[in-house]
Protein backbone atom coordinates (compact mmCIF):
# COMPACT_ATOMS: atom_id res chain seq x y z
CA UNK A 1 0.00 0.00 0.00
CA UNK A 2 0.96 3.21 -0.62
CA UNK A 3 2.17 5.94 2.35
CA UNK A 4 3.87 9.02 2.82
CA UNK A 5 5.22 10.17 5.84
CA UNK A 6 6.15 13.55 6.61
CA UNK A 7 7.99 12.78 9.91
CA UNK A 8 8.63 17.03 10.96
CA UNK A 9 4.87 18.32 11.89
CA UNK A 10 6.72 21.65 12.18
CA UNK A 11 9.75 23.81 12.26
CA UNK A 12 10.51 27.39 12.99
CA UNK A 13 13.80 28.87 11.31
CA UNK A 14 14.63 32.30 10.85
CA UNK A 15 15.03 34.47 7.54
CA UNK A 16 17.85 33.54 5.69
CA UNK A 17 18.44 30.02 7.28
CA UNK A 18 18.31 26.86 5.17
CA UNK A 19 16.18 24.52 6.07
CA UNK A 20 14.93 20.77 4.68
CA UNK A 21 11.72 19.04 4.61
CA UNK A 22 11.55 15.00 4.82
CA UNK A 23 9.77 12.75 3.24
CA UNK A 24 9.86 9.60 3.05
CA UNK A 25 7.59 6.99 1.13
CA UNK A 26 6.21 3.39 0.65
CA UNK A 27 5.42 1.80 -2.50
CA UNK A 28 5.23 -1.51 -3.84
CA UNK A 29 5.20 -0.02 -7.49
CA UNK A 30 8.42 0.69 -9.70
CA UNK A 31 6.64 3.36 -11.54
CA UNK A 32 5.38 6.20 -9.57
CA UNK A 33 5.50 9.70 -9.54
CA UNK A 34 6.44 12.31 -6.58
CA UNK A 35 5.11 15.42 -5.77
CA UNK A 36 5.28 18.89 -3.98
CA UNK A 37 2.47 21.35 -2.77
CA UNK A 38 2.49 24.34 -0.77
CA UNK A 39 -0.25 25.76 1.03
CA UNK A 40 0.29 29.26 2.30
CA UNK A 41 -1.91 31.20 4.90
CA UNK A 42 -4.03 32.25 2.51
CA UNK A 43 -4.96 28.20 1.71
CA UNK A 44 -4.83 27.40 -1.65
CA UNK A 45 -2.23 24.72 -3.16
CA UNK A 46 -0.03 25.39 -5.10
CA UNK A 47 2.07 22.90 -7.08
CA UNK A 48 5.87 23.15 -7.02
CA UNK A 49 7.63 20.03 -8.28
CA UNK A 50 6.42 16.23 -10.27
CA UNK A 51 9.45 13.93 -10.06
CA UNK A 52 8.86 10.42 -11.63
CA UNK A 53 10.83 7.25 -10.03
CA UNK A 54 12.99 6.67 -13.07
CA UNK A 55 14.40 10.30 -12.86
CA UNK A 56 16.79 10.20 -9.55
CA UNK A 57 18.84 13.91 -10.64
CA UNK A 58 18.56 16.35 -8.10
CA UNK A 59 16.62 19.42 -9.50
CA UNK A 60 16.75 22.88 -8.40
CA UNK A 61 14.88 25.64 -8.69
CA UNK A 62 15.94 29.22 -7.49
CA UNK A 63 15.94 28.96 -3.85
CA UNK A 64 14.28 25.60 -3.71
CA UNK A 65 16.00 22.17 -4.71
CA UNK A 66 14.97 18.20 -4.57
CA UNK A 67 16.94 15.46 -3.30
CA UNK A 68 15.35 12.33 -4.47
CA UNK A 69 17.25 8.85 -2.95
CA UNK A 70 15.04 5.82 -4.14
CA UNK A 71 17.72 3.58 -2.14
CA UNK A 72 16.15 5.28 1.24
CA UNK A 73 12.99 5.85 -0.74
CA UNK A 74 13.16 9.59 0.27
CA UNK A 75 11.92 12.66 -1.95
CA UNK A 76 13.36 16.12 0.56
CA UNK A 77 12.84 19.09 -0.09
CA UNK A 78 15.52 21.94 1.38
CA UNK A 79 15.10 26.07 0.76
CA UNK A 80 17.59 27.78 0.68
CA UNK A 81 18.26 31.26 2.64
CA UNK A 82 14.35 31.26 3.78
CA UNK A 83 11.71 34.00 3.70
CA UNK A 84 8.90 34.60 5.64
CA UNK A 85 6.96 34.31 2.32
CA UNK A 86 8.25 30.83 2.66
CA UNK A 87 6.04 30.39 5.82
CA UNK A 88 3.85 28.02 4.16
CA UNK A 89 2.53 24.00 4.70
CA UNK A 90 4.18 21.94 2.44
CA UNK A 91 2.84 18.61 1.44
CA UNK A 92 4.67 15.64 -0.25
CA UNK A 93 2.56 13.39 -2.45
CA UNK A 94 3.16 9.80 -4.00
CA UNK A 95 1.02 8.56 -6.96
CA UNK A 96 1.50 4.95 -7.86
CA UNK A 97 0.71 3.58 -11.42
CA UNK A 98 -2.43 4.23 -13.60
CA UNK A 99 -2.64 7.35 -11.18
CA UNK A 100 -5.75 7.10 -9.96
CA UNK A 101 -5.45 7.98 -6.50
CA UNK A 102 -2.61 10.34 -4.93
CA UNK A 103 -1.44 9.95 -1.23
CA UNK A 104 -0.78 13.32 0.79
CA UNK A 105 1.67 13.42 4.29
CA UNK A 106 0.27 15.34 6.88
CA UNK A 107 2.23 18.12 5.90
CA UNK A 108 4.96 20.24 7.71
CA UNK A 109 4.41 23.66 8.33
CA UNK A 110 7.35 25.76 8.16
CA UNK A 111 7.30 29.26 10.43
CA UNK A 112 9.92 31.50 8.80
CA UNK A 113 10.46 34.33 11.29
CA UNK A 114 12.00 37.90 10.48
CA UNK B 1 -4.88 31.75 -10.47
CA UNK B 2 -5.01 28.01 -11.30
CA UNK B 3 -7.96 27.72 -13.58
CA UNK B 4 -9.90 25.43 -11.22
CA UNK B 5 -13.15 27.28 -9.82
CA UNK B 6 -15.55 25.74 -6.94
CA UNK B 7 -18.72 27.36 -5.81
CA UNK B 8 -19.79 28.13 -3.37
CA UNK B 9 -16.66 29.40 -1.59
CA UNK B 10 -18.26 28.87 1.93
CA UNK B 11 -21.72 27.33 2.99
CA UNK B 12 -23.00 26.97 6.48
CA UNK B 13 -25.74 24.62 6.93
CA UNK B 14 -27.44 22.49 9.49
CA UNK B 15 -26.93 18.95 10.80
CA UNK B 16 -28.95 16.14 9.01
CA UNK B 17 -29.04 18.82 5.99
CA UNK B 18 -27.62 18.03 2.87
CA UNK B 19 -25.34 20.30 0.15
CA UNK B 20 -23.85 20.01 -3.37
CA UNK B 21 -20.15 21.24 -3.90
CA UNK B 22 -19.14 22.32 -7.34
CA UNK B 23 -16.10 22.16 -9.33
CA UNK B 24 -15.34 23.27 -13.05
CA UNK B 25 -12.02 22.14 -13.54
CA UNK B 26 -9.42 23.91 -15.79
CA UNK B 27 -9.90 24.06 -19.78
CA UNK B 28 -8.43 20.76 -21.00
CA UNK B 29 -8.32 18.69 -18.05
CA UNK B 30 -9.74 15.31 -17.93
CA UNK B 31 -9.23 14.61 -14.50
CA UNK B 32 -11.23 15.35 -11.78
CA UNK B 33 -9.59 14.99 -7.67
CA UNK B 34 -11.89 15.91 -4.54
CA UNK B 35 -10.29 15.87 -1.05
CA UNK B 36 -11.12 17.04 2.72
CA UNK B 37 -9.16 19.14 4.86
CA UNK B 38 -10.43 19.39 8.18
CA UNK B 39 -8.65 21.90 10.56
CA UNK B 40 -5.24 21.27 11.21
CA UNK B 41 -5.07 18.19 9.36
CA UNK B 42 -3.38 17.04 6.05
CA UNK B 43 -5.83 16.42 2.56
CA UNK B 44 -7.60 13.18 2.73
CA UNK B 45 -8.26 11.80 -0.43
CA UNK B 46 -12.07 11.45 -1.52
CA UNK B 47 -12.53 10.32 -5.04
CA UNK B 48 -11.47 10.73 -8.36
CA UNK B 49 -13.16 10.86 -12.00
CA UNK B 50 -11.28 10.60 -15.49
CA UNK B 51 -13.37 11.49 -18.46
CA UNK B 52 -16.70 11.04 -16.91
CA UNK B 53 -15.65 7.87 -15.05
CA UNK B 54 -15.19 7.30 -11.78
CA UNK B 55 -11.87 5.76 -11.40
CA UNK B 56 -10.56 5.97 -7.60
CA UNK B 57 -12.15 5.76 -4.14
CA UNK B 58 -10.24 7.36 -0.73
CA UNK B 59 -11.79 7.34 2.53
CA UNK B 60 -15.33 8.67 1.34
CA UNK B 61 -18.49 8.22 3.35
CA UNK B 62 -21.68 6.46 2.37
CA UNK B 63 -23.26 9.29 2.91
CA UNK B 64 -21.06 11.56 0.56
CA UNK B 65 -21.22 10.63 -3.35
CA UNK B 66 -19.79 12.42 -6.57
CA UNK B 67 -20.02 12.80 -10.27
CA UNK B 68 -18.45 14.33 -13.25
CA UNK B 69 -20.79 15.82 -15.84
CA UNK B 70 -20.15 15.13 -19.50
CA UNK B 71 -18.99 18.84 -19.91
CA UNK B 72 -16.35 17.38 -17.03
CA UNK B 73 -17.56 19.63 -14.49
CA UNK B 74 -17.73 17.48 -11.26
CA UNK B 75 -20.09 18.34 -8.19
CA UNK B 76 -19.76 16.02 -4.43
CA UNK B 77 -22.88 15.89 -2.54
CA UNK B 78 -22.50 15.68 1.02
CA UNK B 79 -25.97 14.20 3.19
CA UNK B 80 -27.01 13.88 6.32
CA UNK B 81 -24.52 16.26 7.41
CA UNK B 82 -23.11 16.16 10.79
CA UNK B 83 -20.80 18.09 12.85
CA UNK B 84 -17.54 16.83 11.56
CA UNK B 85 -18.06 17.07 8.43
CA UNK B 86 -16.99 20.90 8.63
CA UNK B 87 -13.90 21.31 6.80
CA UNK B 88 -12.37 22.48 3.45
CA UNK B 89 -13.50 20.58 0.74
CA UNK B 90 -10.82 21.01 -2.25
CA UNK B 91 -11.53 20.10 -6.00
CA UNK B 92 -8.42 19.56 -8.00
CA UNK B 93 -7.49 18.73 -11.81
CA UNK B 94 -5.39 17.30 -14.12
CA UNK B 95 -4.12 17.33 -17.54
CA UNK B 96 -3.93 13.18 -16.99
CA UNK B 97 -3.29 10.26 -14.30
CA UNK B 98 -0.25 10.61 -12.40
CA UNK B 99 -0.14 14.30 -13.40
CA UNK B 100 0.40 17.53 -11.52
CA UNK B 101 -2.93 18.86 -9.94
CA UNK B 102 -3.66 22.31 -9.78
CA UNK B 103 -6.17 22.98 -6.97
CA UNK B 104 -9.34 25.28 -6.78
CA UNK B 105 -9.85 27.39 -4.08
CA UNK B 106 -11.80 25.47 -1.79
CA UNK B 107 -15.36 25.16 -0.49
CA UNK B 108 -15.01 26.11 3.43
CA UNK B 109 -18.46 23.67 4.70
CA UNK B 110 -19.58 24.39 8.57
CA UNK B 111 -22.11 22.14 9.97
CA UNK B 112 -23.53 23.90 13.02
Known amino acids: AQKVTQAQTEISVVEKEDVTLDCVYE???????LFWYKQPPSGELVFLIRRNSFDEQNEISGRYSWNFQKSTSSFNFTITASQVVDSAVYFCALSETGGFKTIFGAGTRLFVKA | DSGVTQTPKHLITATGQRVTLRCSPRSGDLSVYWYQQSLDQGLQFLIQ???????AKGNILERFSAQQFPDLHSELNLSSLELGDSALYFCASSAGLAREQFFGPGTRLTVL
Open chain 1, 27 to 33: TRDTTYY
Open chain 2, 49 to 55: YYNGEER
